[in-house]
């Protein structure tokens, strides 16, 4: 059983343990199949969950992660109570309260004041204060915490209210555990059914109604389905049901009829109609695309396929990544949007509880979506919330991996030989033996070919002909010292992979602010603002589109870091202005910054440097660094361990 958040955490945290020397990135991601994304937020992840307990972990730049025992007393014993106690582990306010929700919801009878001290190991006092926040929490739903006189604590109110807040408040939707298999949580909550069994029965039926191509949406359903029938093996049936229930295409509901007769069978167990409702309520919200609309109906399919089509318009526009050729993309963007389209005319609005975790790990594509999408909506009289848009926004930065992927392929590569195709061959078995590894030679063309040929595919030409007036990257080579000249085109590769800017010269002195006097927010941006706009950075109006942006949905990425920029690429140069606050500035909701990043990206520039957006992500995981740019006013520092990032 896991310990921390999820399993691979604690496997992590062995392996971290048992090494005497770095591990390096590459280690982690090839013992757990997962990406380098993965593990640097599990990474972070493990060290929130370190921070009380004496240790943490940081990673060495070029070596690899280690842990950090910064008490040894207080880590030995948190150890050993991990390995020794199946009792959940409460360190912080937040678990103690999620722990007391879990009992209210799972418990038969009602518990008295006594059973939850002892369990919550709190005093009386602390206890109360719990239980005001999760009469608070809880209100939303109609659902009140009442205590009983010489019965206890009980929660009281509307069966379905409390699936809801059961689905909503205690099933944590990450990106990783959720996905894969059934949470801790899950295990503990549905603890009283055959949890595989039922994944089983599901899989078989939901098959060939072609669920299976979203982790996340067939994970919902079944977690739903599994809530259901763990409730009723209690004896908490829904008795009614008062949500509009639409009806299923032919094949979905022939299936869904015998899935019913199925899951009584190997359950024991009656569904009720309402109950039958719920299953298909849920199924409907997480697969519209079963759901059979009104013949008049507007068909969405048309309707997706236009709205895809001015999204990937809009986002080649806005950055000049160009994704309207990419057929898996639009493929899965289709049909997502058919799906949006078809919950919009039920009514039904369907929640992403992945939000602020795609808004933190994926915050490039995030913002690629939200304003295209604000303003596609209006057009088509459809409103995209903002968990509608980090759903999509899943898809683009998929596209944006692929794309990152791209940049380490082969350079595509024409060789030009004017000496016929014997040559030519001999020149390009020559190339090949030492750069196969590096380029692909595409076509070994004469002059007057290439003349014809389309050169929109093609990185750079190597030419034994003189070709001064060629436009493209091209090194030449003298046929007279043949073998001399191939041995510079290892030089010319490095110096293309290096043509475009580093991300870190997007970084300036002259940008830099450690400890300005500003109280607020907005003070901070107009500071930051008015030095761009000096040096002939940004126009006038940049300053009024930043303060837009933040409007529409905070920037900060958590409560250490906060990205701000303008509603569009409007800089005249790229440029990032970094302000270091010691105190950390207030950033609204009660978050508290330390690290301001302005982003002044030109729309020439902004797929190249693309590559700032996962240094920060890295650099929020460093805490070693952070503290020495918190402490030291050199610019010098601040790039120094910038530079460290992966």
């Known amino acids: 059983m896991s310990k921390l958040m999820y399993q691979r955490l604690d496997d992590i945290l062995d392996i971290l343990i048992k090494q005497s020397y770095p591990v390096a990135m590459t280690e982690l991601t090839n013992a757990f199949s997962v990406s380098d994304r993965t593990i640097r937020t599990d990474i972070t992840n493990l ?27 207080t880590f030995t014993s948190w150890r050993n109570d991990s390995i020794t106690s199946s009792m959940p582990t409460l360190t912080s306010l937040q678990e103690r309260q999620t722990f007391l929700l879990y009992l209210l919801f799972k418990e038969a009878a009602p518990l008295s004041l006594e059973d939850f001290l002892e369990r919550l190991f709190v005093s009386k006092n602390t206890f109360y204060s719990y239980l005001k926040s999760l009469r608070t ?76 191509d979203s982790d996340y949406y067939h994970k919902n359903i079944l977690s739903h389905f599994a809530l259901a029938l763990s409730r009723i093996t209690d004896g908490k049936r829904l008795t009614d049901f008062p949500v509009e229930v639409f009806t299923l295409k032919k094949e979905a509901n022939v299936l869904m009829e015998r899935f019913f007769t199925e899951i009584e069978d190997a359950f024991q167990v009656i569904l009720s109609n309402e109950e039958k409702e719920y299953f298909i309520y849920h199924l409907s919200i997480n697969a519209p695309r079963l759901v059979e609309m009104e013949q008049n109906s507007n068909p969405s399919n048309p309707a997706a396929k236009e709205i895809v089509s001015e999204l990937l318009q809009a986002i080649k526009n806005a950055s000049n990544f160009d994704w309207r050729t990419d057929k898996l993309l639009i493929q899965d963007l289709t049909s997502h949007i058919e799906g949006f389209i078809n919950a919009n005319l039920m009514d039904a609005s369907r929640r992403n509880p992945l939000l602020e975790t795609i808004k933190k790990s994926f915050p490039l594509a995030y913002d690629l979506c939200l304003m295209p999408l604000k303003n596609i909506g209006l057009e088509h009289g459809l409103t995209f919330s903002e968990d ?22 082969k350079q595509r590569v024409i060789l030009i030989c004017g000496t016929g195709r014997a040559m030519s061959r001999i020149i390009e078995a020559k190339i090949n033996k030492h750069y196969q590894e590096k380029i692909e030679i595409l076509h070994r063309l004469s002059f007057i070919e290439v003349q014809q040929h389309d050169l929109s595919e093609v990185d750079f030409v190597i030419t034994t002909v003189p070709l001064e007036q060629l436009k493209m990257p091209h090194i030449y080579i003298n046929m007279r010292q043949l073998d001399k000249d191939i041995n510079k085109v290892g030089a010319f590769i490095e110096k293309m992979a290096l043509k475009t800017a580093t991300v870190f010269d997007l970084f300036h002195e002259t940008c830099f602010f450690h400890s300005p006097n500003v109280q607020t927010k907005e003070a901070l941006l107009k500071m930051m603002t008015q030095v761009l706009e000096s040096q002939g950075i940004v126009s006038h109006d940049f300053y009024e589109s930043v303060c837009r942006r933040e409007t529409i949905s905070q920037t900060n990425i958590n409560q250490t870091l906060a990205i701000p920029h303008p509603m569009s690429l409007k800089a005249q140069q790229s440029r990032v202005a970094v302000a270091i606050l010691p105190s950390g500035i207030d950033w609204g909701n009660g978050e508290n910054v330390h690290f301001v990043f302005l982003f002044a990206i030109k729309k020439e520039d902004y797929e190249e440097t693309g590559d700032i957006y996962s240094i920060l992500l890295d650099f929020i995981h460093q805490k070693e660094s952070q503290k020495k740019i918190l402490h030291s006013n050199k610019y010098a520092t601040f790039i120094e361990e910038m530079k460290k990032m992966n």
Request: aromatic share 8%; net charge negative; glycine share 8%.
């Open 137 to 212: 929490l809880l209100a939303p739903y109609g659902l009140k915490i009442i205590n009983r006189p010489n019965i206890g604590f009980e929660l009281v109110g509307n069966e379905l209210a409390k699936r809801q807040a059961i689905s909503d408040l205690l099933i944590v939707k990450d990106l990783q555990e959720y996905l894969v298999g059934f949470t801790e949580t899950e295990l503990s909550l549905f603890d009283n059914i055959n949890l595989e069994l039922l994944k089983k029965i599901q899989l078989a039926y939901f098959e060939p109604l072609g669920l299976l």
């Open 388 to 409: 509608e848009v980090g759903y999509i926004s899943l898809h683009i930065a998929g596209a944006i991996e692929r794309s990152a992927y791209n940049k380490y392929r």
């Open 47 to 73: 060290n929130d969950a370190l921070k009380n307990v004496g240790a943490s972990v940081s990673l060495l730049r070029g070596e690899g992660y280690v842990l950090n025992i910064l008490n040894e007393k």
